[in-house]
Nanobody, 115 residues
Framework: QVQLVESGGGLVQPGGSLRLSCVGSRIIFRFIDMGWYRQAPGKQRELVAAITRGGSTNYLDSVKGRFTISRDNAKNTVYLQMNNLKPEDTAVYYC?????????WGQGTQVTVSS
């Protein structure tokens, strides 16, 4: 079945950087829209960044200028480059794929920003 596997999370200090990766299996990213969501304790899950099959991107206002979503279709991988991380970025980050309005989720990767 379809699987999305995230990696790259960890513990970093404020101002640090991380690059998250999402690798898909049994699904071809080239033809679908992808996104990164996050959920912090006690908060709703929110869309952080999205990239369409055509390459258009959208970002949560609070991460604009700091985060960049990209994809490498040859590697069937979507990335989220996160720079200048802040404590409020702490959350579990999830990769999401939307194929014909059927959503698929990864298991998530923890990002903790703390001094």
């Amino acid at each position: 079945q379809v699987q999305l596997v995230e990696s790259g999370g960890g513990l970093v200090q404020p101002g640090g950087s991380l690059r998250l990766s999402c690798v898909g299996s049994r699904i071809i990213f080239r033809f679908i829209d992808m996104g990164w969501y996050r959920q912090a304790p006690g908060k709703q899950r929110e869309l952080v960044a999205a990239i369409t099959r055509g390459g258009s991107t959208n970002y949560l206002d609070s991460v604009k200028g700091r985060f960049t979503i990209s994809r490498d279709n040859a590697k069937n991988t979507v990335y989220l480059q996160m720079n200048n991380l802040k404590p409020e970025d702490t959350a579990v980050y999830y990769c999401h794929a939307d194929r014909q309005q059927v959503g698929y989720w990864g298991q998530g990767t923890q990002v903790t920003v703390s001094s």
